[in-house]
């Protein structure tokens, strides 16, 4: 990183999700006190900062993306005080620290969403959602067509105090997910206040959940045939009528002044799923956010055409508009990468293994390919961020009892999907048995997904030191990131190299060589590996579903 260039062009921002991270108080449940303890842990990783999935006042119907205080902490992780506590322990560390702030609804129990419940309809207090008649002779019928994304229709009907039934109310998630209406300026004044509220206690920033949401197009119009992300075949300029709306742009380039009226570089990433990087790209404007995750890179299956094409794409489009690219492969929505890599891969964007019909997963070759994916990940220019027990090389939790499933989505689409829980279990720290270091010994519950026994081989305990471990590589290459000139923000050209191979130069001196394909590759005269994501062959080629960062 050059001299002056703001921190967060090329940082490395590991994904904290709190409820199964470390549990500091034994019910069971990860939170603030547990991630106290742990911070030593991601300072010594080398990360640069983390981002705090939501600890927010909720009733956990979507684990704590359904807010119903913004300003708060949930007890169930802490407590305001330890929050903040955690924010100093983290800047001491040298890590910065992002939370994550929900605009698009709030939870059902929000106090806003229960005044609205008791007002009639257009009250001032209705207005700040989507509250509308429904359609048909009595308004028995949802008021458009729209879908949730969790399942089923994205519209719930309210109940009057007489018993009768009502408007309905919109919610692009779970109906205990209301989604706020960003036509009203009260809604603006709140989530700025919820923005100072945070940066006046130390935050460095924050990931927006559903950013490409908030805005709706006038009168709600119905979707018909249109699908998102937009069919390929369908006009780049089509207008969808509530992701990815124009209006959108205008909340950010408020937030980005609030952002700026604080000293020390803080900062926004955009949870914007818009696949076109023209579109994308324009949440990255100069005035507006300052990053945003790249998720066609993530949904890349492992493919050697489809990897670069994302890589060239992405690469151009924030070059048009001067923002870094943000490079992620995992979060705790999509299947974790080993089990997505562990099977034979489609042509098609993947994120769950709902879409990968039952193919049946080699974890051994999931973990090789997940290893070499580590490497382009992190030798590529811009940002990036790891999830927790990414750096574990843990892989998707796929049989759990369906008895324990937590996720709305498998509720909503009546089990036909299995949901997201399969990689939020509880990470394993140490020891040879659940819970393995999650919770302090002789605590009161389980971790509230249950941990696979075989994780014993995968704890940060057992990897510790162990050079062939995932946990060491992402140490190892954290480690030359920090100091190789060649690495975070800055160009790159792709070297001549056979298909299925990718071939990345970044000066001075670097040269990322990933093999996607089934036959060796050879390594380029005089270059020096510096880290492998597995051995050479006797003859020194890069054998399949490998990668090495060389010296050039
Ligand atoms: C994206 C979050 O990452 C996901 O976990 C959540 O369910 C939805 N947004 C709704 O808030």
């Not at 098609?348 to 039952?358: I, N």
């Not at 010994?441 to 510790?464: D, E, I, K, N, R």
């Not at 990131?481 to 975070?488: I, N, Y």
Request: charged share 25%; with cysteine.
């Amino acid at each position: 990183m050059g001299v002056g260039t703001p921190w967060w062009r090329s940082a490395v921002v590991y994904q904290v999700y709190p409820r199964s991270f470390a549990d500091g108080d034994g019910d069971g449940v990860g939170d603030i006190g547990g991630l106290r303890t742990r911070l030593p842990y991601l300072a010594e990783l080398g990360v640069d900062a983390l981002w705090v999935s939501p600890w927010y006042p909720s009733p956990m119907a979507d684990a704590g993306y359904d807010v119903s205080d913004h300003r708060d902490v949930d007890p169930v992780f802490g407590t305001l005080a330890e929050a903040e506590a955690m924010v100093a322990d983290a800047h001491d560390l040298g890590l910065r620290v992002l939370l994550d702030v929900v605009p698009n609804h709030t939870s059902d129990e929000h106090p806003w969403f229960q005044q609205a419940l008791a007002a009639p309809p257009g009250s001032p207090e209705r207005e700040r959602f989507l509250f509308r008649d429904g359609r048909g002779r009595s308004g028995e019928l949802a008021p458009n067509d729209w879908i949730s994304r969790f399942g089923g229709p994205a519209w719930s009907r309210t109940v009057d105090p007489e018993g009768r039934p009502g408007q309905w109310y919109l919610h692009l998630y779970s109906p205990k997910q209301p989604d706020l209406n960003w036509r009203n300026p009260q809604v603006w004044e709140d989530f700025e206040r919820t923005l100072r509220f945070w940066f006046d206690r130390g935050v460095d920033g924050f990931r927006i959940d559903v950013a490409h949401g908030l805005a709706k197009a006038e009168g709600l119009p119905d979707v018909e045939e249109l699908t998102w992300p937009l069919a390929p075949e369908v006009d780049a300029d089509v207008e969808h009528p509530h992701w990815d709306q124009p209006d959108v742009h205008e909340v950010y380039r408020a937030w980005r002044k609030v952002a700026e009226s604080y000293p020390g570089e803080r900062i926004f990433v955009a949870e914007a799923w818009v696949d076109r990087p023209h579109r994308l790209v324009r949440y990255v404007r100069p005035d507006e956010l300052h990053t945003a995750f790249n998720f066609d890179f993530l949904v890349a299956p492992w493919r050697a055409r489809r990897l670069r094409e994302v890589i060239d794409g992405t690469r151009e489009a924030h070059e048009s508009v001067g923002a870094p690219p943000t490079w992620v492969l995992a979060n705790h929505d999509v299947a974790r990468e080993v089990s997505r890599y562990a099977r034979e891969q489609p042509d098609t964007p993947l994120r769950s293994l709902d879409d990968l019909a039952g193919l049946p997963g080699h974890l051994e070759l999931g973990t090789r390919r997940a290893r070499a994916a580590a490497l382009l990940l992190l030798a590529l220019p811009g940002g990036a961020y790891v999830y927790q027990g990414q750096e574990l090389g843990l892989p998707e939790v796929e049989d759990l009892p369906q008895e324990v499933l937590q996720d709305p989505r498998v509720r909503q689409t009546a089990g036909r999907s299995r949901g997201r829980d399969g990689c939020r279990v509880p990470l394993p720290w140490s020891g040879e048995r659940p819970p393995f270091g999650f919770s302090p010994a002789g605590a009161s519950a389980q971790p509230w997904l249950p941990q696979p026994p075989s994780w014993a081989g995968l704890t940060v305990g057992a990897q510790t030191g162990d050079p062939d471990s995932m946990l060491e590589l992402y140490r190892a290459a954290l480690r030359l990131r920090r100091t190789h000139p060649a690495l975070g923000e800055g160009g790159m050209r792709w070297l001549e190299a056979p298909e299925g191979a990718l071939a990345m130069a970044r000066d001075p001196g670097f040269v990322c060589l990933v093999n996607v394909s089934a036959s060796p590759l050879p390594v380029p005269d005089g270059a020096r590996p510096l880290l492998a994501s597995g051995p050479l062959d006797p003859s020194g080629r890069l054998p399949a579903d490998t990668a090495v960062w060389l010296s050039v």
